[in-house]
């Protein structure tokens, strides 16, 4: 289960003083009065940025595992919430060419794959926006569903670390990147046609 870090530190920041060993939790999440055996595990690591781990906590009766993930980072992405926001950002403002902008963002994994990642961040975000303005309607009620007009609401300078903040006893039921909760819709694992998870697309039928 994914906790809130809450910390202002960029990625490099908290890397730098890794910050994970100072993220503690007071008492089980699942058991306040104590007594399951609620103690400190191993941090794990994760992908990007390198050297970044996330602390964790373990209740032995509960047989839960619970990471602190800090707001720098997203949920269920390997990428930093800045980092989510900038390819959405770019996605928004070059709507009409969105392949040739995913092969200049990931030109290291071919146009096909590169898209799919690009469309997997602007989904999650697009997602996260319909949802939140429910959540802040005196704010965000008939606001524009695009990161500049969040943006402006919200006057934050970054959209998805604020929104965070702003909705964070709500993170539990939220989808990712921002949320800790599934992703809104989920993934359908019976084959579809002209549909597929990885590799090149299959051959045309048309004639």
């Known amino acids: 289960m994914q906790l809130r870090f809450a ?4 990625s490099e920041e908290y890397v730098r003083q890794q910050a994970w060993r100072s993220a503690t939790l007071s008492h089980c999440p699942l058991h306040p009065k104590g007594g399951c055996g609620f103690a400190r595990h191993t941090p794990y690591e994760r992908v990007a940025p390198p050297g970044c781990l996330v602390a964790r906590y373990y209740c032995r009766e509960g047989h839960t595992t619970f ?4 707001d720098c980072l997203a949920s269920r992405l390997s990428s930093t919430l800045v980092e989510v926001e900038a ?6 403002t070059f709507d009409e060419s969105r392949e040739l902008v995913a092969e200049v963002l990931r030109p290291d994994i071919g146009r ?3 898209v799919r990642w ?7 975000v697009n997602a996260l926006l319909v949802t939140v303005v429910g959540l802040l309607p005196s704010v965000l009620a008939g606001c524009e569903l695009t990161l500049h007009a969040f943006r402006a609401a919200l006057g934050a300078a970054r959209v998805l670390p604020a929104l965070r903040e702003k909705v964070a006893d709500h993170l539990a039921y939220l989808p990712p990147p921002v949320g800790f909760g599934p992703r809104s819709t989920p993934r359908d694992r019976r084959p579809k046609r002209g549909q597929h998870e990885g590799g090149a697309d299959p051959p045309s039928t048309e004639t």
């Open 7 to 10: 910390t202002g530190l960029t």
């Open 67 to 70: 990471s602190l993930l800090p």
């Open 87 to 92: 390819v959405v950002e770019v996605a928004e």
């Open 112 to 114: 096909q794959c590169a």
């Open 118 to 124: 690009m469309r997997r961040r602007v989904k999650a």
